[in-house]
């Protein structure tokens, strides 16, 4: 019998660097893929960000990490 995700400890739960919803809301599942991914991507952007040492790089993902987020949530919101 698996442990849903909410029975398992909060350490193992963090995914990209974000915490999952507590209790998720009944999503389809390519909603849920969306958010996942473009989490995912936030994070990579944050990463790639620390290791680049041009400006105008950084700052672009950065942006691109906040835009990531931004639609990551508003999907979240839309499908609640």
């Known amino acids: 019998m698996e442990k849903s995700t909410t029975d398992r400890p909060i350490a193992q739960r963090v995914q990209c660097g974000r915490m999952p919803?507590?209790?998720?809301?009944?999503?389809?599942?390519?909603?849920?893929?969306s958010i996942?991914?473009?989490?995912?991507?936030?994070d990579?952007?944050?990463r790639l960000?620390?290791?680049i040492s041009?400006?105008?790089t950084i700052?672009?993902?950065?942006?691109?990490?906040r835009e990531c987020e931004e639609?990551?949530?508003?999907?979240?919101?839309?499908?609640d």
């Open 54 to 56: 041009d400006p105008k």
């Open 59 to 65: 700052e672009r993902l950065l942006e691109m990490a």
């Open 71 to 79: 639609r990551a949530e508003k999907l979240r919101q839309g499908s």
């Open 44 to 46: 990579r952007c944050y």
């Open 21 to 33: 919803d507590p209790d998720p809301p009944e999503r389809s599942d390519k909603v849920q893929d």
């Open 36 to 42: 996942e991914a473009l989490l995912a991507m936030a």
């Open 49 to 51: 960000a620390v290791g």
